[in-house]
């Protein structure tokens, strides 16, 4: 409101005053380039992770449809991220690059910086970016616990903490989750399930017990532990988990601003991590991502939840 305000005035001071002050040009630029900047800061803007290819791509397509505003394609590889871009270019559809490796918080931050200035904070944010070890990969499991917790846990983590004070009132947050999560949340011990459940779990209390698996992990301890044999399945229960953390502080601490945090599962999906066998196309798996990033103004729910195939599941 502030901003739309100081653009009449400043369209109006131009009109009267630039050509019979010798200032007048100087101050045409000026409110040019504050008209420009109050027109980006006013419009909305989508952000996807790992958005060059699977998944992520087609969430970046379907955004560019259907999302009022710019949508930005990010990736950590810029090639790939261009490539991308120039890729939906040529089906007639304008997403804009950003680089963003998840792992990077140096690039998180510039990131996260360049959204702040430019736009004023992020309506829609999906996390998507994720790593998954193949089945048959012959790393030792504390090496796959260790790599895949630090990507789809610990770097999604470092992404809602610089992103999050950033997404503006009536926002919404995607974690791109996984049912194998909920799967995984079953074959942990009646103690842990019950912490993973619980409404009074915090974020450090969560990082504490997602750092216990992959120290565990190291001395092939999990199982005495009470964790399941699969690192990718634990580091979807702490994206599901934290989602949930997120959604409730929001609602304490921001109860006005209507922004709606939900983790979900694409469903089985033929892309680079899961393989031809799948079940869905990219597009089909991007539909319940991009209905959460979607969620109508004025919607209270779902939030907190974990969604699949467009509904609220158990957890
Ligand atoms: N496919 C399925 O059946 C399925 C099922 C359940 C859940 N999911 C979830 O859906 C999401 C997308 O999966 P997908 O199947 O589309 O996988 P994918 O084809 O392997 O794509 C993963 C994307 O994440 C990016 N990425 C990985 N690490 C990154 C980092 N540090 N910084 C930025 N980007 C990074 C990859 O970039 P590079 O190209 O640079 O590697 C790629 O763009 C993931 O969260 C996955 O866990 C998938």
Same mark, same amino acid.
């Given at each position: 409101?502030? %901003?739309?305000?100081? /653009? ?16 007048? +040009? ?8 504050? !008209? ?6 006013? $419009?909305?803007?989508?952000?996807? !992770?790992?958005? *060059? ?17 710019? &949508?930005?394609? !990010? ?8 490539? /991308?871009? /120039? ?27 360049? +959204? ?9 944010? &999906?996390?998507?970016?994720?790593? /998954?070890?193949?089945?048959?990969? !012959?790393?030792? %499991?504390? #090496?796959?616990?260790? &790599? ?13 903490? =610089? %992103? ?10 995607? *974690?791109?989750? $996984? ?6 949340? =079953? ?8 912490? +993973?459940? $619980? ?11 997602? #750092?216990?698996? &992959? ?87 779902? =939030?907190?939840? +974990? ?9």
């Amino acid at each position: 409101m502030f %901003f739309r305000v100081c /653009a009449l005035r400043l369209r109006t001071s131009t009109g009267c005053t630039c050509i019979s002050s010798s200032g007048g +040009f100087q101050q045409i630029l000026s409110s040019l380039h504050t !008209t420009t900047t109050i027109t980006e800061m006013s $419009s909305k803007v989508a952000v996807v !992770t790992g958005g *060059n290819k699977g998944i992520g791509k087609a969430i970046v397509q379907a955004l560019c449809k259907d999302f009022q505003g710019d &949508v930005y394609l !990010t990736a950590r590889d810029e090639g790939r991220g261009k490539e /991308a871009v /120039a890729s939906l270019s040529a089906e007639g559809l304008k997403a804009i690059f950003h680089q963003l490796d998840i792992n990077d918080v140096g690039s998180i931050r510039k990131a996260a910086d360049f +959204f702040k200035q430019k736009y004023g904070g992020v309506d829609v944010l &999906v996390n998507n970016a994720a790593i /998954a070890f193949k089945v048959n990969d !012959t790393a030792p %499991f504390a #090496t796959q616990a260790d &790599v895949t917790l630090r990507t789809n846990y610990f770097a999604t983590r470092d992404m809602l903490t =610089h %992103f999050l004070p950033l997404i503006k009132a009536g926002g919404r947050v995607v *974690n791109v989750s $996984s049912s194998s999560g909920v799967r995984s949340l =079953h074959k942990c011990s009646e103690e842990l399930q019950k912490r +993973f459940r $619980s409404e009074d779990i915090s974020e450090d209390e969560l990082t504490t017990l997602m #750092t216990r698996f &992959v120290e565990l992990a190291k001395n092939g301890q999990h199982k005495e532990g009470g964790w399941p044999e699969t690192a990718y399945g634990v580091s979807k229960i702490g994206v599901t988990t934290l989602s949930m953390i997120h959604a409730r502080r929001l609602s304490k601490e921001r109860p006005d601003d209507q922004i709606l945090v939900n983790a979900c599962c694409p469903g089985w999906v033929r892309t680079d991590m899961a393989g031809p066998k799948a079940t869905k196309s990219p597009a089909e798996g991007a539909e319940t991502p991009v209905f959460l990033a979607l969620l109508p103004a004025g919607a209270s729910a779902p =939030h907190g939840k +974990f969604v699949s195939d467009k509904a609220v599941q158990a957890w």
